[in-house]
Nanobody, 121 residues
Framework: QVQLVQSGGGLVQAGDSLRLSCAASGRTFSTYSMAWFRQAPGKEREIVAAISWSGSTYYEKSVKGRFTISKDNAKNTVDLQMNSLKPEDTAVYYC???????????????WGQGTQVTVSS
């Protein structure tokens, strides 16, 4: 069982940066793959970035080069650094964890509470 608590988020202007953090409970955090998802109003939830238990990463096409996911096994945290934010990045962002092998897909088992990111133009 993994419990995830998110922090960060808020209202920023286009071009600004924002960092989201997610703290996980549990002693086996290093064996979990982690991801950040987002859901905009009227849209389906989509995976934004993921990092496997071994450190491999995946980025959704629209954020590649702007967002960076990082995982700190010593601190049991996963962060999402978001640079050059755009209004279309506005959404509720969720961190998630899984011990499945298909870490790059949208099938995750444990979820954070969600945090709003709003980017004004």
């Amino acid at each position: 069982q993994v419990q995830l608590v998110q922090s960060g988020g808020g209202l920023v202007q286009a071009g600004d940066s924002l960092r989201l953090s997610c703290a996980a409970s549990g002693r086996t955090f290093s064996t979990y793959s982690m991801a950040w998802f987002r859901q905009a109003p009227g849209k389906e939830r989509e995976i934004v970035a993921a990092i496997s238990w071994s450190g491999s990463t995946y980025y959704e096409k629209s954020v590649k080069g702007r967002f960076t996911i990082s995982k700190d096994n010593a601190k049991n945290t996963v962060d999402l650094q978001m640079n050059s934010l755009k209004p279309e990045d506005t959404a509720v962002y969720y961190c998630a964890a899984t011990d499945r092998l298909t870490w790059w897909t949208n099938v995750y088992d444990y979820w954070g509470q969600g945090t709003q990111v709003t980017v004004s133009s």
